[in-house]
């Protein structure tokens, strides 16, 4: 009977330890006020208003999204491809609670969602969902766990299943070869502009975010 049954979850994925949620929190907030006070930023911010000599209060225009983590699979409780193999898979049964160190590299923003990215380590990359980035761009050969972000923020009325998807398409940019625009180096690194309110903070010096292996029912 169901009560014998698994439970699938909504999602599998990190959780970010709580002090380092904090942390991640402000870091993120620092670096929007920066950009915001950036002339190369105001040169763009009719990306994020849809007009131009509009003000935006970019801590206002993404809206958090509660705990901090990195998707793994989304499951949505088995209704999801896929969800059911991933939960009975082996790697994910011996993983599961344990904790595990996140490599950050990257913060990004687009004018739909705010989110660091994930570089994850081989051991990592089992836990990762094989078609996770084939899904979302059926066209195109982008690296297995390039997908893999912490969303920090929604503009309004966006799903955060949006920040992935953003994180691709500068992916897909940067393998075509786009370099974009050298905009400025800034404390935490170097930024780059690459066009429709998409920039991206390549962190000097990756940041490691302790975090834990589970799942959310929700
Ligand atoms: P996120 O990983 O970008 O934050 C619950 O909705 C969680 O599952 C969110 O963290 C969300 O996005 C992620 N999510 C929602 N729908 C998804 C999908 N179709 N594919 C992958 N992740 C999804």
Request: charged share 25%.
């Amino acid at each position: 009977g169901p009560l014998e049954e698994t439970a699938i979850p909504l999602f599998f994925g990190w959780f970010l330890c709580p002090s380092f949620q904090e942390k991640l929190k402000s870091m993120a907030k620092d670096f929007l006020k920066t950009l915001a006070g950036l002339e190369a930023f105001k040169k763009h911010l009719s990306d994020f208003t849809g007009e131009a000599e509009k003000e935006v209060d970019l801590e206002k225009f993404f809206q958090d999204k509660g705990m901090l983590h990195c998707t793994t699979k989304f499951c949505d409780y088995g209704k999801a491809e896929g969800s059911k193999e991933y939960a009975e898979q082996q790697s994910v049964k011996d993983r599961y609670g344990n904790m595990s160190e996140l490599t950050l590299s990257a913060l990004f923003l687009t004018p739909r969602t705010l989110g660091a990215r994930v570089s994850l380590s081989e051991e990592q990359l089992q836990l990762w969902p094989t078609g996770a980035e084939k899904e979302a761009v059926p066209d195109a050969n982008l690296p297995i766990g390039s997908r893999a972000h912490v969303t920090l923020g929604c503009a309004e009325g966006v799903e955060p299943v949006q920040t992935g998807l953003d994180l691709l398409e500068l992916v897909q940019l940067q393998q075509q070869g786009q370099e974009g625009e050298q905009v400025e180096d800034l404390e935490l690194g170097s930024l780059t502009y690459y066009g429709k309110g998409m920039w991206v903070l390549s962190l000097k010096e990756p940041t490691v975010a302790p975090a834990c292996f589970s799942s959310y029912y929700g």
